[in-house]
Nanobody, 120 residues
Framework: QVQLVESGGGLVQPGGSLRLSCAASGSIFSINVMAWYRQAPGKQRELVNS???????DYADSVKGRFTISRDNAKNTVYLQMNSLKPEDTAAYYC??????????????WGQGTQVTVSS
């Protein structure tokens, strides 16, 4: 099994910054994609950013130019630097990782979520 532990959420004023971290541990053979999703109250979970093991990234239009995803493959950790935060960024942020636990076995794991609240 693969476990994901997130950290870095909190309360920030509009225009402020936060950095989220997510560390993967367990029976990891390789991690292909690491991603951040978010879910606001009453809304569906949506993809915010993703990054592959080769560094290719994808961003939701709503966060382009403000959020930056990065990963440290040696530490099996993904980061989300969030700048110029807006009240509409308020949500629970979830880390997701997909990869292999062995030559023929795969995993698709989620973190427990970390709350980000943007408010004055």
């Amino acid at each position: 099994q693969v476990q994901l532990v997130e950290s870095g959420g909190g309360l920030v004023q509009p225009g402020g910054s936060l950095r989220l971290s997510c560390a993967a541990s367990g029976s990891i053979f390789s991690i292909n994609v690491m991603a951040w999703y978010r879910q606001a109250p009453g809304k569906q979970r949506e993809l915010v950013n993703s990054i592959t093991d080769t560094g290719s990234t994808d961003y939701a239009d709503s966060v382009k130019g403000r959020f930056t995803i990065s990963r440290d493959n040696a530490k099996n950790t993904v980061y989300l630097q969030m700048n110029s935060l807006k009240p509409e960024d308020t949500a629970a942020y979830y880390c997701n990782a997909r990869g292999r636990t062995g030559r023929y076995t795969t995993f698709d794991s989620w973190g427990q979520g970390t709350q980000v609240t943007v408010s004055s």
